[in-house]
């Protein structure tokens, strides 16, 4: 099991639900989140004095998938999420050791979906 | 010379009135029940200038802040409210002693009742005068906090607030408006505070954000308002009160309170516009900070000139004191370098300056008889009358607002600690959250 940690545009947000909808997997923890990168920031004029806001607002979407549907989801997000300009996010993989569903107490990969 | 004669022409029937004013004061003050009913409602649309004022400020500051800087305004309301009640309101308007400051005889509001006073007031209660005066009070001191907001403690904040009220504003407000202050005597115009209310804040507020220096990061972080929705809603009430301080001030509801509510209206709505255009112009975008910052500089700018101009007037007094105040705020501070946090010298200070000299440059007798005409009208004089109290308020205001603060000093700490104003001051300060992340 892959755990799938994208930080998207927040514009992109609906775009990569629908997508890793019609893969068919529903679950996912979505954040509102800050942060800085190759995009920069960018300046804001309040009364007539400029400050340079450098934290930047995007979305990180958490997924966790089989291991044989990794490359297809990625494949799936960066399709979706993709502009072709700087600042459209990245996406970071990582192995899951186990999962349990809380109300059952199931283990393994019956307790992703 | 057409000034001059036009200047003649009005001067007539200010002497058939003041004569005639004359043989009225003879008979018995009576009071009128529409001029009551009038007043005592504008002195509620003053009150709620102050919260509104919270909403203004409140928005402006980051979200750690909120708080603090709404109880600034929220418990002066409280603070000043007994303080008038107490003592305020006889050394303002009390019986003179020396042109300097009204005695005592009113402690406590003895003798101070439902009979009109002629001297202030003669068709409404005296009382209904003085509830009208002390929301003047309140919002005074609670204009100031805007240049100290984030970083002032909040035990030397009640301690200086209560103090500058009573050195500062209660003598300012019998120089110009009591029986006998030295200043009325003199002429100087001001209709509704542009030195009494807005000079005297923003100048006091530029000295304490002198004396407590720049928040920690200034100039370095971002300090962007964090909930700009609450400062135009707050502009909207101090816009919405503002025709209660304005036509109010009239002290009956007559054709004068009627010219007072337009150009205060007026005022407001072109140095809206003339703020938003001159920042679309210097910096490229159109903004409603700048906008809700516009409307308020107009009403400043209004204020001590709203019963003596006419609405053309208030339309010139209106654009210029837009452009003047958005240079103060955006070139001059950040040139000089001082943290006067949400501008509260830039808007009122400036703006307050920029009325009261207007005023000796618009105003007309043909506007009211008990005024004087100003520059424009044929008499140069009233702008040097006005400069005298505009250089007056600025000295006496900065000189014992400073000393004010020297002295609180020397009892309790005037500023938070480092790490108070970096976790923000509502909660080591005052216990509480304005937003919970978590519920």
């Given at each position: 099991m892959t755990k799938i940690e994208c930080v998207i545009r927040p514009e992109k947000l609906d775009a990569v639900m629908d997508a890793l909808g019609q893969f068919g997997n529903p679950g996912m923890t979505v954040s509102e989140v800050k942060g800085c990168g190759l995009q920069r920031g960018w300046k804001e004029v309040y009364r007539g004095v400029e400050s340079t806001i450098k934290l930047l607002s995007k979305i990180k979407i958490e997924v966790v998938v089989k291991d044989e549907t990794v490359d297809q989801a990625v494949q799936l997000i960066c399709r979706a999420a993709r502009?072709?300009?700087?600042?459209?996010g990245k996406i970071f993989l990582y192995p899951v050791a186990d999962v349990v569903?809380?109300?059952?107490?199931e283990t393994g990969e019956s307790a992703i979906y | 010379m057409r000034k001059k004669m036009i200047g003649a022409c009005c001067l007539l029937p200010l002497m058939w009135l003041a004569s005639s004013g004359i043989a009225w004061a003879a008979d018995a003050p009576k009071i009128d029940s529409g001029d009551t009913a009038f007043v005592l409602l504008c002195a509620a649309l003053v009150l709620l200038m102050t919260p509104g004022l919270a909403l203004f400020y409140g928005g402006m500051v980051r979200r750690k802040n909120v708080l603090s800087t709404i109880m600034h305004s929220f418990i002066i309301i409280a603070l000043v409210s007994v303080q008038w009640v107490l003592f305020g309101y006889t050394l303002a308007f009390g019986p003179d002693k020396l042109h300097l400051i009204g005695n005592l005889s009113w402690l406590g509001l003895i003798g101070v009742g439902g009979a009109p006073n002629p001297d202030y007031?003669?068709?409404?209660p005296h009382l209904a005068y003085m509830a009208f005066q002390l929301m003047f009070a309140i919002i005074t001191a609670a204009l100031i906090s805007g240049s100290f907001a984030?970083?002032?403690r909040f035990p030397a904040f009640l301690i200086f607030t209560l103090l500058w009220t009573t050195i500062v504003y209660d003598p300012m407000a019998h120089w110009v408006?009591?029986?006998?202050g030295w200043l009325r005597n003199l002429g100087v115009l001001d209709f509704a505070g542009g030195t009494v209310v807005h000079i005297s804040s923003g100048v006091s507020g530029l000295v304490t954000a002198l004396v407590l220096g720049k928040r920690l990061g200034y100039g370095r972080e971002p300090m962007v308002p964090h909930h700009l929705p609450f400062t135009v809603l707050g502009a909207g009430l101090l816009w919405f009160g503002w025709f209660g301080f304005n036509a109010g001030s009239a002290l009956a509801a007559n054709g004068l309170a009627a010219n007072a509510f337009v150009v205060t209206n007026t005022a407001a709505a072109a140095a809206a516009l003339s703020w938003l255009c001159t920042e679309w112009i210097h910096n490229g975008k159109p903004t409603i900070l700048g906008a809700a910052s516009g409307c308020v500089a107009g009403l400043v700018a209004i204020t001590p000139a709203s019963g003596f101009v006419t609405p053309l007037s208030a339309v010139l007094i209106g654009l210029i004191g837009g452009i003047i105040c958005y240079f103060a705020v955006s070139v001059v501070k950040a040139k000089l370098g001082y943290d006067d946090s949400l501008d509260a010298f830039g808007v009122h200070g400036i703006g307050g300056t920029w009325g009261a000299l207007a005023t000796g440059l618009f105003a007309t007798t043909a506007v009211n008889p008990a005024g004087a005409n100003g520059l424009f009208f044929g008499n140069p004089g009233q702008l040097w009358t006005q400069f005298i109290g505009v250089i007056t308020s600025w000295a006496f205001a900065a000189i014992v607002t400073f000393i004010i603060l020297k002295v609180v000093s020397l009892f309790t700490r005037l500023r938070a600690s480092d790490e108070e104003e970096l976790a923000g001051l509502d909660l080591p300060m005052h216990g509480e959250r304005a937003y919970d992340y978590i519920s």
């Open positions: 502009t072709g300009e700087v600042g459209d569903r809380i109300r059952t107490g | 007031a003669a068709t409404i984030e970083r002032f408006w009591g029986a006998g």
